[in-house]
């Protein structure tokens, strides 16, 4: 029985980054074995066990072998006397199947060191095409590591094209593709994760509104401003769908099943780009309104986040208008229907009464101005 340090915890290491998950694979072992040691199984489809004190998971070494479409259709086999490099062959990319021993040794099958040092990410193994998941999870190590110079090697990006014109991306489902869009939102240079999904053809798949070279580069370029100005996912992502129609937005952030703050924000931006092209620097009334339309007086947190993606989505020479936004939403919070209603005002009245108000503030902003 050998245990060995894998994946990603020996990747950032050779890295020099910071290790955050430590992962075990186990050679020469049972089930039965690691019961006996204290382990707790937690794997349903395979051998996975937590350690009894670091709660850090050990898998049993274990092959893959494909049965259906899709990224379920494995058959897993695992059994002591599946051999470590086994097990590393059927990893997606070079980088992340390597092994560390106990004594430090470093086990490199699949010369992983080398692509390290040439800023490479290359399959391992023609296997990588059973799983269309990996075109995004290697997507993703792009858009991670792109800042350190990393690029996918050629023939990878030919085997990715190769997956999505045999057609498996339509396979996956919506959730697991939101998990990773998720986290690809938050990686480095996220902006990369969706060009390297435009060069292999996926992105027409997944979110074809973005398939035309206008709206990708203003995504894209929406996405990386929201990326220096926010850490939100709903920011973001909102960025990302602004050059979409109202409707395209809403039906792709649906279709995404992005949770309900994205979709909200996402319906929220579009909606409102268009009506910001036409305003001008005395429009009270569709400054209200798109106040109105945002929940402001509600959702005040939510409407914060609209002026940050906005300001990411316009061009330059509109930025300012988000100003105004923010300056009316000032400017007409102080209405309190309390007050009105001491005056005597109810029902629709006072809904009238409260918009009067709050126009009659705004329009006393904008002639300072």
Not at 71 to 79: L, R
Not at 109 to 133: I, M, N, T, W, Y
Not at 186 to 191: A, D, K, L, R
Request: glycine letters at 6%; aromatic letters at 6%.
């Amino acid at each position: 029985m050998k245990t060995y340090l894998v994946g990603g915890a020996v990747r950032d290491e050779l890295l020099g980054l910071p290790v955050k998950d430590r992962d075990w694979v186990v050679t020469g072992a049972t089930p039965e074995d690691m019961l006996r040691q204290g382990f707790k199984q937690v794997g349903a489809d395979f051998p996975v066990f937590l350690h009894p004190d670091t709660r850090e998971e050990y898998a049993l070494a274990r092959t893959e072998r494909k049965q259906g479409r899709g990224y379920h259709g494995f058959a897993v086999y695992s059994a002591p006397d599946v051999p470590l490099e086994d097990d590393l062959k059927r990893r997606d990319l070079t980088i992340n199947a390597m092994a560390k021993s106990t004594a430090g040794e470093i086990v490199d099958p699949f010369h992983g060191r080398q692509d390290l040092q040439d800023h490479k990410l290359r399959h391992v193994s023609e296997a990588f095409a059973e799983d269309p998941l990996r075109i995004l999870r290697t997507a993703r190590f792009a858009a991670r590591l792109q800042p350190q110079g990393f690029t996918i090697a050629e023939p990878t990006m030919a085997l990715m094209r190769q997956m999505v014109d045999q057609g498996e991306v339509g396979d996956l489902v919506p959730e697991r593709v939101w998990q990773e869009i998720q986290r690809a939102l938050h990686e480095q240079e996220p902006g990369t994760f969706f060009e390297v999904l435009h060069e292999c053809g996926a992105l027409a798949i997944l979110i074809p509104e973005l398939e035309p070279l206008k709206a990708f580069s203003g995504a894209i370029g929406a996405l990386r401003r929201a990326h220096e100005s926010s850490d939100d996912t709903s920011v973001r992502f909102a960025a990302l769908l602004s050059p979409l129609a109202p409707a395209e937005a809403r039906n792709r952030a649906r279709a995404l099943k992005a949770p309900n703050d994205c979709q909200d924000l996402t319906r929220l931006i579009t909606d409102v780009i268009p009506k910001i092209h036409t305003m001008t620097s005395h429009d009270a009334d569709l400054l209200l309104d798109m106040l109105d339309g945002a929940d402001v007086w509600r959702r005040a947190d939510r409407f914060s986040g609209l002026l940050v993606a906005l300001k990411c989505a316009l061009p330059e020479t509109e930025r300012h208008k988000v100003d105004w936004l923010e300056s009316a939403q000032h400017a007409a919070t102080g209405v309190q229907a309390k007050t009105l209603m001491e005056q005597g005002f109810r029902g629709k009245e006072l809904g009238e009464a409260i918009r009067k108000e709050r126009l009659r503030r705004i329009l006393a902003f904008l002639n300072k101005e």
